[in-house]
């Protein structure tokens, strides 16, 4: 019995999960000759991680696909890859594996977001109405400005440079309710405003769903 992958780009589930994905967690540690050790490493922090992949876009409704909100043809994905494109946004890309009775074995860390780098279409007419879309993401980190202030001393004639950090501040609150949204989930909803996907089952019992995969665009959700 196989283990089931979902892919999830800024909340939105691809229809079919790309059969491989390419993770590379770049390298800053830098190499140097010493006069009396000769080569050594200089450890630095991990680089930003690159993640490629492939994906196919139905324009049909194949069985082995998921559509948690019904049947969305390719425009509908392409038109939300072209606006995280234009947004200049960062944006949670996550993966996890789940068994077939939907109990979850692991996930992505939700802390991460990616930038969308590019995107190429192909189409192929092996492909018949559908496309194959290249997809590449890369790692982002939040970053603040430096602020320096002078403070003048007269007496002692000169003067000191105080170096304040600015880093940018989020404050997070917890709504009590979701209305759900264009390709939503109830994992997605459980992940973004609980921290954790695996609490999707809570939230079914909350708001008494009784099949977790079926959730329509509207729908109020109580999150406690």
């Known amino acids: 019995m196989s283990a089931l992958y979902n892919f999830f780009i800024d909340n939105v589930q691809l229809p079919v999960a790309p059969a491989s994905m390419s993770m590379k967690i770049n390298n800053k540690n830098q190499t140097i000759m010493l006069m009396n050790e000769g080569e050594v490493n200089i450890l630095k922090k991990p680089g930003l991680t690159d993640i490629d992949f492939e994906i196919l876009l139905p324009n049909v409704p194949y ?7 019904g049947f969305e043809p390719a425009a509908f994905y392409l038109d ?9 946004e960062a944006f949670p890309f996550i993966v996890n594996r789940m068994r077939p009775d939907g109990s979850l ?4 860390n939700n802390d991460m977001l990616f930038s969308l780098e590019e995107y190429e279409i ?11 879309v290249k997809i590449s993401l890369k790692q982002w980190r939040p970053y603040g400005t430096n602020k320096i202030q002078i403070n003048n001393n007269a007496s002692k004639k000169k003067a000191i440079a105080t170096v304040e950090k600015q880093r940018p501040t989020i404050s997070k609150q917890t709504p009590k309710t979701y209305t759900v949204k264009q390709g939503d989930t109830l994992w997605a909803i ?9 609490k999707y089952t809570q939230l ?3 708001n008494n769903i009784s099949n977790p995969n079926i959730i329509k665009v509207g729908q109020v959700i109580k999150l406690g």
Not at 80 to 88: E, F, P, V
């Open 190 to 198: 459980a992940k973004k405003h609980l921290g954790d996907g695996s």
């Open 122 to 132: 192909e189409e192929d007419a092996e492909n018949g109405f559908d496309l194959n």
């Open 63 to 69: 069985p082995f696909a998921v559509y948690p909100n």
């Open 80 to 88: 939300k890859l072209k606006k995280l494109k234009i947004s200049q």
């Open 204 to 206: 079914a019992k909350i």
């Open 105 to 108: 074995l692991f996930d992505t």
